[in-house]
């Protein structure tokens, strides 16, 4: 099912037993989830994907606004990474009430402006899923800088390093939405 399009992309739900195979060429670089988590650490086989694929497609129908999507390039059809909105959550998994928006992209879909359409698109998305959100929050290890410096495209304001997300020591960065019902 198709979430959102955007002039070069499209984000929508996972169909593990085909993504799972591109989907591991980002999700088994340690050079992608090196950023992503307390421990980074790669999936070692496309299985190990595809099984935390189909977690991702059950979270879906249980919660259709929120979750982790795959990102295709509509040039090729290929995944090339994902896009998250969902509530942070604190260091023992527990639901901190802020909403996040992050992002993951294969080494070869770099520098080429993919995190930041995708994140506006995603932003659009939520908003409109969720008419009552004031905010969006993003956070990264300080070294990410091309992180960082996607959140400062999306017009994010930076808020400083804070531990109250994944157990771990991050730059926040949040962007104020405006409220649908008004």
Not at 60 to 79: H, M
Request: net charge negative.
């Amino acid at each position: 099912m198709i979430l959102f399009e955007t002039e070069r992309l499209i984000v929508r739900t996972w169909n593990p037993e085909t993504d799972a195979p591109q989907a591991f060429e980002f999700y088994g670089d340690l050079r992608v989830m090196r950023w992503l988590g307390a421990v980074p650490k790669a999936f070692e086989s496309v299985e190990q994907v595809r099984a935390r694929l189909e977690q991702h497609a059950a979270k879906f129908i249980e919660k259709p606004d929120e979750g982790l999507f795959p990102v295709v390039r509509k040039l090729d059809d290929k995944v090339i990474g994902g896009v998250i909105f969902r509530e942070l959550p604190d260091a023992e998994g527990n639901g901190t009430g802020d909403v996040e928006i992050g992002w993951h992209f294969a080494v070869e879909a770099w520098g080429q402006g993919f995190a930041t359409e995708a994140a506006r698109g995603l932003i659009v998305w939520g908003a409109s899923h969720h008419p009552n959100l004031t905010e969006v929050w993003a956070i990264a290890y300080p070294e990410n800088v091309k992180s960082l410096a996607v959140m400062q495209r999306l017009g994010m304001t930076p808020v400083g390093m804070t531990n109250k997300y994944y157990g771990i020591e991050a730059m926040s960065y949040c962007l104020a939405l405006p409220l649908q019902n008004q």
